[in-house]
């Protein structure tokens, strides 16, 4: 018999063991740093909601008479901030990519009559993708510069006797040297922002599309079946874009 269905087995050992007596602890004091320090840590360069607007349509895997359920997780797989170097400081750009994860529970027809209808409940796991890009306004800690990377070259004098038709014997050629190559190159590892994902908020919409009575069976006059789901979804993000900063912090005060 093909499938991915694993083989029977029998169970495991049952789990034994219950509620336990209380644990005692001790309080621990805290020490600590007061005489200051520089510390790298992360710190908020901007908080925003984005509104993100998504409409797909899903095809099931057989008929179905309705929707009982959709549960969704928002995955975010992409949050790259996109920054200019000219403009430090200034408006930048927030490219966002991932999917919702909809696990969709639907009623199927195993029997029916006009009275009645009978079948399973099934479910069709989909990832309905999104993306796009929007302006950034750094409304926490500036971002740190973006340092450019540089090249330079450099070359050294050099003074040689000419030799040939057309030049005297005192004659000297003063140039740089062009039997060497100079160069003087630095590179910059800049601190990317990064995000954390606060909330997601979805409002939805799902619409069947071509119902229709089936031909070789009798149903409930109001009963039809569908395999099509337009959903459309408007999807809210909030989100923190932090970087990774040196900070001082000040000695601590007495008492």
């Not at 009982?68 to 920054?83: E, G, H, N, P, S």
């Not at 003063?174 to 003087?184: I, W």
């Not at 009575?213 to 006059?221: E, I, S």
Request: charged residues 20%; proline residues 8%.
């Amino acid at each position: 018999m093909s499938g991915c269905f694993p083989p029977h087995k029998p169970c495991g050992k049952v789990v034994t063991g219950g509620v336990q007596p209380e644990c005692a602890s001790v309080t621990v004091p805290i020490t600590g740093l007061s005489s200051g320090a520089t510390v790298k840590i992360p710190v908020v360069l901007a908080e925003l909601t984005i509104q993100v607007n998504i409409n797909s349509i899903v095809t099931l895997p057989e008929p179905a008479l309705e929707i009982k359920d959709i549960k969704k997780r928002v995955k975010v797989t992409q949050c790259l901030l996109l920054q200019d170097p000219a403009a430090p400081g200034g408006p930048a750009t927030l490219s966002i990519k991932g999917f919702v994860r909809k696990n969709i529970d639907y009623a199927t027809r195993l029997c029916a009559n006009l009275e009645g209808v009978c079948g399973d409940i099934r479910h069709c796991t989909v990832d309905v993708p999104f993306s796009c890009m929007t302006q950034v306004v750094f409304n926490g800690a500036t971002p740190a510069s973006i340092l450019v990377n540089t090249t330079e070259e450099f070359e050294f004098f050099r003074s040689q006797p000419l030799k040939g038709h057309g030049f005297a014997e005192k004659d000297r050629l003063l140039s740089g040297d062009l039997s060497e190559f100079n160069q003087v190159s630095q590179e910059f590892f800049n601190e990317l922002p990064f995000c954390e994902l606060i909330s997601a908020r979805i409002v939805e919409f799902d619409e069947y599309l071509n119902r229709r009575r089936p031909k070789t069976c009798a149903l409930p006059f109001e009963e039809k079946e569908f395999r099509q789901v337009e959903e459309k979804m408007v999807l809210y993000l909030t989100l923190k874009i932090l970087q990774n900063q040196q900070v001082a912090i000040p000695p601590l005060g007495p008492g």
